[in-house]
């Protein structure tokens, strides 16, 4: 079986702490439509756990001095989320090898917690699950409206522009920021997609942003070379009601699998390069990247010995996610480092304001951060 995401339990669990583990996940990809076992994979104290680059990873460690910490370092160095647990906070340097001793760790007292976090770490809570539908009104709106309702039954954050009119300004700037902030573009190629203007724009966006697009084709569209490289799902005549304007339910079942699968590989593709970036940029300033943790905070180390955190964002940058990262790391210095293409000038103006009147943390661009991080310290 193919998994679409991986986990790992690592450390020295308890075979208490394992069973409540697995149920908590369970219970918690219920919803999703999603199984343990199934599309996410969950090892328990593997030889060796090298997850695929195409498929969101994370592993949970318990509590355990005497761990491998060559094998631990591999996962580190490659990025995979690493989510050390305590018996107490304030026991790290006790209960865990000290290669994990700079990362943020959770405590064994509450599994739900734990469970949430290891979701979060490969995009698995709700919020996180973002869709924009693009598609013509003229041509496809049941459509739109059948698989908005499916994808929303399982979980998934969509945006479905249903004006029937041209978008006033405010109204133009939050769909292109729900573009850029999605995982999928899920374009219904109808016949005369391309000959729209505004999903014309949509899907040139998109690759100018590096999002993944699952093109849903129906029966008469005929093939584009400029979604040549989108991720194909191709309708046929009986995919219809008679009035060809529904959906069968079958349909609606296997574009939601497919786009999950699709989802997946974004998600995993975009994590990996941007926590890349990060590391090749402290790299080239004398530093080292410590390991990601939970809430996919990026421990960094300055030359001078520094420890910093970062928190790396693929979507639009907002100021919650400057609230978020002081919020989980209080007394320390941090950041959001988020990749600037594509997004709208008024906002990234927006952002440098920002940068200028808060103390508690910077936002950094993916494009510069070796010459930001290169300022910290001095």
């Known amino acids: 079986m193919t998994f679409l995401y991986q986990l ?3 450390g020295a669990p308890s075979q208490i702490q394992i069973s409540k583990l697995s149920e908590s996940l369970a219970q918690a990809l219920a919803p999703l439509n999603l199984g343990l076992g199934h599309e996410v994979a969950l090892e328990v104290l593997p030889a060796t756990f090298k997850p695929h680059q195409l498929q969101p990873a994370a592993a949970v460690f318990f509590a355990d001095v005497q761990a491998d910490t060559d094998k631990l370092e591999e996962l580190l160095q490659r990025g995979v989320p690493v989510l050390p647990v305590v018996s107490s906070l304030d026991h790290a340097t006790i209960e865990l090898p000290e290669i994990l001793q700079p990362l943020n760790c959770l405590s064994d007292a509450d599994t739900d917690v734990i469970a949430a976090s290891l979701l979060e770490s490969v995009g698995l809570l709700p919020r996180q699950r ?12 049941t459509a739109a409206t059948q698989l908005f309702n499916a994808l929303v039954e399982r979980q998934f954050d969509v945006f479905l522009d249903s004006q029937g009119t041209a978008p006033a300004a405010e109204e133009e700037a939050l769909s292109w920021h729900n573009l850029y902030d999605a995982d999928v573009l899920l374009m219904l190629d109808t016949p005369n997609y391309f000959e729209n203007r505004w999903t014309n724009a949509e899907f040139g966006r998109v690759l100018a942003k590096g999002i993944s697009v699952l093109k849903v084709s129906w029966p008469d569209a005929a093939a584009s070379m400029r979604s ?15 009035d060809a304007a529904h959906m069968a339910e079958q349909t609606l079942l296997r574009i939601c699998q497919q786009l999950e699968e699709v989802r997946s590989q974004n998600h995993a593709v975009r994590a990996v390069n941007l926590v890349s970036s990060i590391r090749l940029a402290i790299q080239a300033i004398g530093g080292k990247m410590l390991g990601v943790s939970t809430h996919k905070a990026v421990h960094l180390q300055l030359p001078g010995g520094e420890h910093v955190t970062v928190y790396p964002t693929a979507g639009v940058p907002v100021p919650f996610n400057l609230q978020q990262a002081v919020m989980h ?22 952002l440098d304001w920002l940068k200028t009147h808060t103390q508690a943390a910077s936002w950094i661009k993916a494009t510069e951060a070796d010459v930001q991080f290169s300022k910290w310290g001095h």
Do not use: C, M, N, W
């Not at 973002?130 to 709106?141: G, H, K, L």
């Open 228 to 242: 040549s490289t989108a991720s194909v799902l191709k309708l046929a005549a009986t995919d219809f009601s008679p």
């Open 329 to 350: 790391t209080p007394g320390q210095p941090v950041a959001v480092v988020y990749d600037p293409i594509g997004l709208h000038q008024a906002g990234l103006t927006h």
């Open 130 to 141: 973002r869709v924009f539908i693009s598609y013509r009104r003229d041509e496809a709106a």
């Open 8 to 10: 790992a339990v690592l």
